[in-house]
């Protein structure tokens, strides 16, 4: 059992449209980062929350943390071909860099 | 700054066999973490260290060890291989062990027949 659900798993959508990916926990992180990953590549860091309710943006793509820290989401607007990756969730709960990994959303946008 | 480096990129063993992985972090980073990422499971924590001491372990047989020097490279080592060893292994290297940034290798992909 995945202590983080990310959802959809799967996503496949055209150039231009909007899409959300959720992960979700019944734990409290101390921190959640989003990685995007490309095929024969490690994942890349994209943003990091560690506040209740923090809400970050970055160009096109929109990162909040839930309010009791057990969830977040990724909103990307008018997506683009680039976007196409894994998108991984994964949150902290003590120091050390033992990250606890959603299973991933794989995306893919269409010209 | 070159960032971080795993030897090799891809690895066939046979069950049974040993292997060792390595892993040279950004410079100036401490922290080495390592991590397995297959289709069925994700990416699961294997272990952590730090200034050459093991700080986090996660939940894997003894069969997968690791070790870090002083230099701060790390390598990991996996006994008896089996099947279900094949993965892709991932080390993160971070300038501490306190909220800095993970920064990934490209894996090292294994394959065990």
């Known amino acids: 059992t995945q202590l983080l659900e990310q959802s959809p798993q799967f996503l496949s959508i055209q150039e231009g449209e909007n899409l959300t990916v959720y992960c979700n926990s019944s734990?409290?992180?101390?921190?959640l980062q989003w990685y995007r990953q490309e095929p024969g590549e490690g994942p890349v860091l994209l943003v990091t929350?560690?506040?209740?309710?923090e809400v970050k943006k970055l160009k096109r793509l929109t990162f909040q943390f839930g309010d009791a820290r057990k969830d977040s989401s990724l909103h990307i607007t008018a997506a683009q071909p680039g976007d196409t990756g894994l998108y991984l969730c994964?949150?902290?709960?003590?120091?050390?860099?033992?990250?606890?990994f959603g299973g991933g959303t794989r995306l893919m946008v269409k010209p | 700054k070159a960032g971080v480096t795993q030897t090799p990129r891809y690895l066939i063993k046979t069950r049974g066999q040993q292997v060792t992985l390595s892993c040279s972090p950004i410079?100036?980073?401490?922290?080495v973490s390592w991590y397995q990422q297959t289709p069925g499971q994700g990416l699961q924590f294997l272990f952590e260290?730090?200034?050459?001491?093991?700080?986090n372990k996660g939940n894997f047989p003894g069969r997968f060890s690791g070790r870090q020097f002083s230099n701060s490279r790390s390598e990991m080592n996996v006994s008896t291989l089996e099947l279900g060893d094949s993965a892709l292994y991932l080390c993160?290297?971070?300038?501490?062990?306190?909220?800095?940034?993970?920064?990934f290798g490209n894996g090292t992909r294994l394959t065990v027949t």
């Open positions: 929350v560690v506040t209740g309710g």
């Open positions: 734990s409290v992180f101390s921190s």
């Open positions: 994964a949150g902290e709960k003590n120091a050390g860099n033992m990250l606890t």
């Open positions: 410079s100036g980073h401490r922290s």
């Open positions: 260290y730090f200034s050459e001491t093991q700080r």
């Open positions: 993160a290297s971070s300038r501490d062990s306190d909220n800095s940034p993970l920064h």
